[in-house]
């Protein structure tokens, strides 16, 4: 059985713009995208800022109406029967936001068991269990505003999981973690999976869907342009070497001369204090590095280290977002 | 019908909990009404100290209607810029009654206002108070309860339902102390206006809580108060659950939950 099945679901939204002639501009936040999810599945959406991840997730925890298309939550319309969707699903969206942060933990807690109409005996023996879980045990009782980044977003896990929901939405729920804190948080997920809950899970973190998801969606620019397990993705690329050079100084100029060669499939830029990492995909492997190394220093980069791998599924990932990521 | 009353007594006590701690609150609440109260009370040193209950009735609901007023306009858009109005929304309950359990913490913190009054006038002014029609006067203080509570239940998804309403609030504020007939009677107002009065819960509460403090009540006039109370709540309470479907609606559509 599927918990969620998504059929052509668009979201479009309208900005205005301007302050005296005053118009309105369209933009597509999600573009006729289709997909199932398992009962039971940890399930990735996959793709960069703006994709359409978090409007997905909106929709499907009824926050947001649908410009089109449907989709339905353990056989629930998002739109039509959204008063039954709501008791049965948590949600977490990344962020510090969304907490009381003048109340302590513990208030937080009660007041959203409260609000999810928990017993208030089951409340009270969850609690602790909760609070153990998501490593705030002995924290309860301290206001949150006095709280790390890491501490609120475990503290949203628990808040999620408060009335024991059967789906759950979690947008980048690792974002701004520490790396030891995404790992205890990552590990949470897992357990979750094992007590048959079904995850819907976002991230631009390929490494993380790699690490926790039974299937992946990709999207980019509101579409779904690959749907599969992470080792099917992981085949998009398998005929590919990547290329990463260190550079220092390289100008936008460079980087689409660099897209603009026949042989090269994406590539991708990341900034990194002082330098820049390149990566290039290429069915070409090494044999392309003579000429891109004397493609840059005519243009007076700076090269420092370069290899040559084999692709992983982060590559893949790039490959199918465009080298957006 | 338990658990949405839970969730009303669980919002009341956590918002008295922050409203304790905001500073703005403080001012509306404690602050400007023992200003007016102050000069209210100079004016009428030398004139009518026997009056003395009329200023402290009148400044207490000047501090009621402040903090109905600014906590009914953000009670919502608070929510929304803590980013905790998507989890409200996306819960089993209502977003009205939890607006309703936050009106309810404001209108209790308000009396407050009146008791300050009532302490300053006659602790630190020596003024005679005394409640002519005690009984009366107690009952309607109940009644006004419901009848602000729809009123802020009515502010709240008024001011979210177009964002730009509430940049009006500081203009809202006054004239609800004179068209309420807080510190003086609105026959002083030119005719046109009464209807405008009349309409207007916090007129009516004004008006029996003069009456019976300063004992000029009649039982025709309580009567009719009362009813215009609970008629109004009524109506008001009418008007803001569908008030709240449009909101609701319409920041599902225009996604504007999550942002202001």
């Known amino acids: 059985m599927n918990a969620i099945e998504v059929r052509e679901l668009r979201r479009v939204f309208r900005a205005t713009i301007g302050t005296i002639r005053r118009h309105t501009k369209e933009v597509v936040g999600v573009d006729s995208i289709s997909f199932d999810v398992r009962d039971g599945e940890l399930f990735g959406l996959l793709g960069p800022n703006g994709a359409g991840k978090t409007t997905t997730v909106k929709m499907l925890t009824t926050l947001l109406i649908p410009t089109s298309g449907s989709a339905t939550v353990l056989g629930y319309d998002v739109v039509r029967d959204a008063a039954a969707i709501r008791p049965r699903i948590g949600f977490i969206f990344g962020g510090e936001r969304g907490l009381y942060w003048r109340l302590s933990a513990k208030d937080n807690l009660r007041y959203f068991a409260d609000l999810y109409h928990v017993d208030r ?13 998501v490593g705030l045990s002995g924290r309860e009782d301290e206001k949150v505003e006095g709280f790390s980044r890491g501490m609120r977003q475990r503290l949203h896990v628990a808040r999620c ?11 980048e729920p690792t974002m701004g973690l520490d790396p030891v804190g995404a790992r205890e948080l990552r590990q949470v997920i897992r357990n979750l999976v094992a007590e048959e809950k079904t995850v819907f899970l976002t991230t631009h973190y390929m490494f993380e869907a790699d690490a926790l998801c039974e299937r992946v969606a990709v999207i980019n620019h509101g579409r779904i342009v690959a749907l599969d397990t992470p080792e099917g993705l992981k085949r998009h690329v398998k005929d590919l070497s990547v290329i990463e050079l260190e550079v220092f100084g390289i100008a936008p100029e460079m980087v689409e001369t660099l897209r603009q060669m026949a042989e090269v499939d994406t590539v991708s830029v990341e900034n990194r204090d002082q330098k820049q990492a390149i990566r290039i995909h290429s069915q070409f492997g090494s044999t392309l590095v003579p000429g891109i190394l004397q493609r840059m220093e005519g243009n007076g980069v700076r090269v420092g280290r370069v290899t040559v791998r084999e692709p992983t599924l982060e590559d893949a990932y790039v490959r199918l977002v465009g080298g957006e990521a | 019908m338990i658990a949405n009353l839970r969730v009303v007594l669980t919002t009341f006590e956590l918002d ?25 009370i100079y004016m009428l040193l030398e004139r009518d100290p026997s009056r003395g209950i009329y200023v402290v009735v009148g400044s207490g609901m000047t501090g009621l209607w402040t903090s109905l007023l600014f906590r009914g306009t953000f009670n919502i858009n608070a929510e929304r810029f803590m980013g905790t109005l998507e989890g409200i929304v996306a819960s089993p309950s209502s977003l009205a009654t939890v607006v309703m359990g936050k009106t309810l913490a404001s209108v209790t913190l308000s009396f407050l206002s009146m008791i300050f009054s009532y302490g300053l006038a006659s602790i630190v002014f020596r003024f005679p108070l005394t409640i002519a029609q005690p009984l009366p006067f107690f009952v309607s203080l109940l009644v006004t309860i419901p009848a602000f509570i729809s009123f802020g239940l009515l502010i709240s998804p008024l001011m979210a339902v177009n964002l730009s309403l509430s940049g009006w609030v500081n203009a809202l504020e006054y004239p609800m102390y004179i068209l309420g007939g807080f510190l003086f009677p609105i026959l002083l107002l030119p005719d046109w206006s009464n209807p405008l009065s009349y309409v207007l819960a916090p007129y009516w509460a004004a008006r029996v809580l003069h009456a019976t403090s300063s004992g000029s009540a009649t039982l025709s006039d309580i009567l009719l ?34 942002m202001m």
């Open chain 1, 121 to 133: 005996d089951v409340a009270r023996q969850r609690l602790p269990t909760l609070l153990e879980l």
């Open chain 1, 161 to 171: 999981l408060l009335h024991d929901p059967q789906v759950l939405f979690l947008d």
């Open chain 2, 16 to 40: 008295v909990k922050q409203q304790a701690v905001d500073l703005f609150m403080i001012f509306g609440v404690v602050i400007q009404p023992l200003l007016i109260a102050i000069m209210a």
């Open chain 2, 225 to 258: 108060s009362w009813g215009m109370m609970l008629v109004l709540s009524g109506i008001y309470m009418a008007a803001s659950y569908r008030l709240f479907r449009i909101v609701l609606h319409r920041a599902r559509v225009e996604a504007t939950l999550s």
